[in-house]
């Protein structure tokens, strides 16, 4: 064997380096133990407290020591192989940044309605064409104002150093693409920000390229709204004055007056129109506002006094308003209404406080702010300099802040002239707290308190401190697993994973003897450099990665099946066994990296056009492709050689067994002679398989039509039917989809409700629709723990896609399956330097894509329910792998059957020889790989059934028209006799 000792130290290097990487995962564990044993009480029961009291105080001490270096728990926790969100829980979002107020404040004053109307259809349209929102806008704007320069609109003081009036239209549009890149770029650099001091272990965090995208992945996170608040925050700050209920009192006596005009007319206009009588007995349940300026005077904050409380209004402070919470959808309706706030003046505005206070009785209610409003705030959140987690005299947790120069001589000046008055400090229109000035404050720090709980305080303070995000973030896709889901999910892959292993195992020793040990080793070591490659990257293990490695067990197996099948194939010609193992091992490895490169291509493609968990499943196929080759080919031929290297012949090596000894005569099936009833036979499946799609459709997941999913956890059987029916009721109608999801006690729910609304109100109000559904079919409570109970039910898994991103999933499916077929056909192309080779190749996978949809509609014709969403698209080019794969190993035989065959010589036979030299390798490996995916469809799980439906049809097939369609399409397309090209000679 050549070149030995460089692959024995490879060998070597990438072991100590995956068992380094490894360590970490086992270290990480043993701490996990321990904190659990710590936490545990004498039943059994973990405290969660206790546990995470343990992990705190060890979280910044060593507890991994090596000699040379020492690790922190919190060094360990980011080393250790990581586990995707599937597996542990956690949450995901993607943001989308909001061009929109960045064009709109780079032409500041200049906007007018040709402006407004140009932003209006470039939303529109890009919604349509999925361009960029800028490149849109420029072409609305010069539609509708066809003969004014952008730069009347863009040139201005601000921008004075970059553009004039002058300036070509090109100029301007590129100056606002850079500064909506900029943006874009500078929101991700606050969200990161913000993200580290969240306190995530091991957060990903990726801008999309090309995109004002930005994805999180946060494994372990548990309270989903605060990480909503934390992205999506703005953080616009201002302080603000305000006004006392005695300066609003008259102003909102007439707003009270304006609005009980208009309902009246409203319900007049409606045709019920209330009697004298009636109207007394409403006239508090049409008012907003209720009570005199005595009242209004009077009232303090801290005490309510009941005599001033309407069916609305809770109470009054000296500063604002108090409204019951279920109140607040009315109040801010008539905020809304610009005819009615026509009435109040100019600088007068309306913020609701961040939360509840509560009052008497335990009532909470929300408070109305009554501020004046400036062109510009006096204090921004520009002059914020630090912001840290404090506590304040009621040791209460707090915010305390410090602000430049320019900002201390403001502070100083607007505390100065509000002595005895509140100042409100705001956020993102939220005022967290209006404390009374008592004196002038000098030195530019101060206090922000609100009735915090610590995380609170701290997220507050971080989200200052990282700095205001230059445009809003929307949420577009939202995916949240809780922990116990994904236990389920760990147990279900790791079972797949031993099961799968444990099969082939047997198998190859049953089947292959020493050599089939030989083969188990090497597969050993391919799994364990897979774990170990993914340590190192940093690359997190995923339930769809899970199903690659199961389904690179099977297909690792292959390149030692090929080796295998050549020295029995020279041992039976009559060669020695170190002839044998020789020749077997040379004449496979061009096979196996052509079939192992065209599967990587397709890995690749999945990976660069593929979202999400498709991403994990790319990298761990593609991890898994190298480490397959690598020890099948070297490590088993190192091993092998150094059992042959001392004993030589008499090594007892042997590559067969009594069962495939029986099996291993030379086959002479006449395949050529029968390819046409194959072609017949493919066509009646393609077209029932079509035809059931006509029918059925395709049952587009979420992914491809966007909408909410929600996994319901019952502690009995609900029946799906029946509360499909009961939900359409809450949703307006709305399309809901309910079935089961693993067992009758588990559902899962996809509804399109408000599915153009991608706001949090929208997610909130279409979760609660859900609740409210479920609650009134089944008398049963909602509860936020992970388990479900009699007399309750869980929701530990929702996810969110919009409209974009489902769009954006399409795209990169068509055009993940687009570049792998021309890439394949290219490279088949080249390799072989035939076209009808690069034909029949994409000819077959054509074939087996059809028959796969076509199985796909046929069994959800049948009742099976699958889903078509990005795991089927990744099935899809799985299948379009190993197919390829199938079919490199029989062209390669063509090309050495034609290359030996002489002159003259028929191409049917031929064609036909070649495929019965590679039957038995065909369908050993076929067996192999079906027996993993058997085992992933059995113990799986929900999540990845219509993927291993999907891989177990596409492999059938795939090794199918490797026979039956691409030999016989270059049989079809080449001349029936061979013929030799006349070599020159010196």
Request: hydrophobic share 45%; charged share 20%.
């Amino acid at each position: 064997m050549r070149n030995r000792g460089f692959i024995l130290f490879i060998a070597v290097v990438v072991t100590l380096f995956s068992l380094f990487d490894l360590s970490f995962s086992f270290v990480s564990r043993s701490v996990q133990d321990k904190a659990n044993e710590y936490a545990m009480d004498a039943e059994g029961h973990v405290d969660y407290f206790k546990k995470q009291a343990y992990i705190d105080s060890v979280w910044k001490l060593p507890v991994y020591d090596l000699g040379l270096k020492q690790y922190t728990y919190e060094e360990v926790k980011n080393k250790e192989l990581a586990l995707g969100l599937d597996l542990q829980g956690g949450m995901s979002v993607t943001l989308e940044v909001s061009p929109v107020e960045v064009i709109l404040a780079m032409a500041g004053p200049n906007v007018d309605a040709k402006f407004e109307e140009a932003i209006k259809i470039a939303k529109t349209t890009t919604a349509e064409n999925r361009e960029s929102f800028t490149a849109n806008f420029f072409d609305a704007l010069e539609e509708v104002s066809p003969n004014v320069p952008f730069a009347t609109y863009f040139a201005s003081s601000a921008n004075k150093d970059r553009i004039s009036f002058n300036s070509p239209n090109q100029a301007v549009q590129d100056l606002v693409e850079s500064e909506v890149d900029g943006a874009v770029e500078r929101a991700f650099e606050i969200i990161r920000t913000r993200i580290d001091k969240f306190g995530v272990t091991q957060p990903n965090i990726q801008r999309l390229q090309g995109t004002n995208r930005i994805s999180i992945e946060l494994p372990g996170v548990d309270n989903p709204q605060r990480v909503r608040n934390l992205v999506q925050g703005v953080a616009k700050l201002e302080f603000l004055e305000v006004w006392t209920m005695q300066e609003a009192q008259p102003y909102i006596f007439q707003l009270n007056q304006e609005w009980v005009k208009k309902e009246e007319a409203r319900k007049k206009l409606a045709g019920d129109a209330p009697t004298v009588e009636k109207a007394q007995e409403k006239k508090s349940n049409d008012s907003l506002f209720e009570g005199d300026s005595t009242d209004v005077a009077s009232a303090d904050s801290a005490q309510v006094d009941e005599t001033t409380i309407s069916p609305i209004v809770k109470g009054f402070s000296p500063y604002g308003l108090m409204f019951a919470d279920t109140d607040t959808a009315a109040v801010n309706k008539m905020l809304r209404d610009t005819e009615v706030m026509s009435v109040v003046p100019s600088d007068m505005k309306f913020l609701w406080g961040h939360k509840p206070r509560t009052v008497q009785d335990g009532v909470e209610v929300y408070e109305l702010y009554i501020v004046k409003k400036d062109r510009e705030a006096k204090i921004s959140g520009d002059v914020i300099t630090d912001a840290i987690q404090s506590f304040d005299q009621r040791a209460q947790p707090a915010v305390s802040m410090s602000m430049n120069v320019e900002g201390a001589k403001k502070w100083k000046k607007m505390t100065g002239q509000n002595l005895g008055r509140q100042i409100a400090i705001a956020l993102d229109n939220e005022v967290y707290t209006a404390p009374v000035v008592n004196s002038e404050i000098d030195g530019g720090r101060s206090e922000i308190t609100g009735n915090f709980e610590i995380a609170e305080a701290k997220d507050l303070a971080n989200v200052l401190k990282a700095g205001k995000l230059p445009a809003p973030t929307r949420i577009i896709e939202e995916v949240v697993v809780g922990p116990s889901l994904g236990k389920v999910a760990q147990s279900q892959g790791m079972t797949s994973i031993l099961i799968g292993l444990g099969l082939v195992i047997a198998f190859m020793v049953v089947y292959y003897a020493k050599g089939g040990a030989i083969a188990d080793v090497a597969l050993a070591a391919n799994i364990f450099f897979i774990f170990g490659i993914l340590a190192e990257l940093g690359a997190a293990l995923t339930l769809p990665g899970i199903a690659g490695i199961v389904l690179t067990i099977g297909m690792s197996i292959d390149a030692n099946v090929l080796i295998f099948e050549r020295i029995r194939e020279e041992q039976r010609s009559g060669k020695s066994l170190l002839e044998a193992i020789n020749n077997g091992y040379d004449r496979a490895f061009w096979t196996i990296f052509d079939a192992n490169l065209t599967t990587l291509l397709t890995g690749a493609f999945l990976y660069v056009f593929g979202m999400g968990p498709i991403k994990g499943f790319a990298v761990t196929l593609m991890i898994g492709i190298v480490c397959s080759f690598f020890s099948a080919v070297f490590i088993s031929r190192l091993i092998v050689s150094s059992i042959t290297k001392k004993k030589g012949e008499n090594a007892g090596l042997n590559f067969e067994t009594a069962l495939s000894k029986n099996l291993a005569g030379q086959l002479n099936f006449d395949f050529m002679g029968k390819r046409k009833m194959a072609y017949i036979f493919s066509a009646i499946v393609i077209v029932a398989g079509l035809g059931a799609l006509t029918v059925n459709g395709l049952n587009l997941g979420v992914d491809f039509t966007g909408g909410r999913t929600y996994i319901v956890n019952f502690d009995q059987e609900v029946v799906p039917s029946k509360l499909q029916g009961a939900l359409v009721k809450e949703v307006e109608g709305k399309s809901v989809e309910v079935k089961t999801y693993g067992n009758v006690n588990t559902l899962k729910v996809t509804t399109a409700y408000l599915i153009s609304d991608e706001t949090t109100e929208a997610d909130a109000k279409v979760q609660a629709a859900i609740v409210k559904g479920i609650e009134g079919f089944t008398n049963l409570k909602y509860s936020k723990q992970q388990n479900a109970t009699a007399s309750t039910f869980t929701i530990p898994s929702t996810s969110k896609v919009g409209a974009a991103i489902a769009d954006d999933i399409t795209d990169g499916a068509e055009e993940a399956v687009l570049f792998s077929l021309t890439g394949i056909f290219l490279y088949i192309w080249l390799r072989f330097r035939k076209w009808n080779f690069g034909a029949g190749a994409i000819i077959a996978l054509f074939h087996d894509t059809l028959v796969v949809f076509g199985a796909f509609g046929i069994a959800n014709l049948l009742g099976a329910g699958f889903e078509l969403d990005q795991v089927f698209i990744a099935a899809i080019l799985t299948v379009i792998g190993y197919s390829i794969n199938d079919t490199v190993v029989v062209f390669d035989r063509v090309r050495e059957e034609t290359d030996g065959a002489a002159e003259g010589s028929s191409m049917v036979s031929v064609m036909n020889k070649a495929i019965n030299g590679t039957l038995n390798r065909t369908i050993i490996t076929s067996l192999t790989t079906l027996l993993v995916i058997a085992v992933l469809l059995i113990f799986g799980g929900e999540a990845l059934r219509g993927f291993s439906f999907s891989l177990l049809i596409g492999i059938m097939v795939g090794t199918y028209s490797s026979i039956f369609i691409a030999a016989p399409v270059v049989f079809d397309t080449s001349k029936s006799k061979i013929e030799k090209k006349e070599t020159a000679t010196a």
